[in-house]
């Protein structure tokens, strides 16, 4: 991108008034510290697929987030699902200060009130941040709260190499046969000796 952060995050609501112009169904709301200065706060939004394309979606839905870099800090918050094809389908996105539960909060009500299809039984996957923990299953009551294994994986102690391997083969197993083989490792450790 050219010119300064001021003036893209000016030039925001011009943006996204130009997408709905191309996606009558895209979604935006942008909040601002006071009427007077229009102080940038945070944003959603997501574009806005018909509600047939939800249900073409497999019923997981992945929420992270990650640190903005540059002049103004923050933190993106995101939603993605798998289609048909196994390609990765963009839902939501927020840009808010920090990530807490207040912000996790605002994302996951917004993403709710516009998703098309996520009304009953689905699976969210998130890595084991505490503030999302506590937001998923008060905003979505249908849904089952999962954790990425990767992350479970990496904060197994690095002292217990065989019980991280063993963890990364029972969540890889394709069969109930494996996963009990990998899972009678994992129980079996001796944490006491270590």
């Not at 706060?41 to 870099?69: A, E």
């Not at 539960?101 to 941040?129: A, C, P, Q």
């Not at 069969?175 to 490792?185: A, E, G, L, P, Q």
Request: net charge positive.
């Amino acid at each position: 991108m050219r010119g300064s952060f001021e003036h893209a995050y000016q030039l925001l609501t011009s943006y996204f008034t130009e997408v709905r112009l191309v996606d009558p169904n895209f979604v935006f709301y942008i909040q601002t510290a006071s009427c007077k200065d229009k102080r940038f706060t945070r944003c959603f939004w997501c574009f806005g697929p018909p509600k047939k394309t939800y249900k073409l979606l497999r019923p997981v839905v992945v929420i992270d987030g990650t640190f903005l870099k540059g002049r103004y800090r923050g933190t993106l918050l995101t939603t993605i699902a798998i289609d048909p094809s196994n390609h990765i389908f963009l839902l939501a996105f927020s840009i808010t200060d920090l990530e807490t539960t207040k912000s996790w909060t605002y994302f996951l009500e917004m993403f709710g009130s516009n998703s098309h299809g996520y009304d009953t039984r689905f699976v969210v996957i998130s890595d084991r941040n505490p503030r999302s923990i506590n937001v998923v299953p008060k905003m979505f009551l249908f849904a089952i709260h999962t954790f990425y294994a990767f992350h479970i994986s990496k904060n197994i102690k690095t002292t217990l190499k065989s019980t991280r391997i063993a963890f990364r083969m029972v969540a890889e197993a394709l069969t109930s046969i494996d996963f009990d083989k990998h899972m009678n490792v994992i129980q079996n450790t001796d944490l006491v000796g270590l």
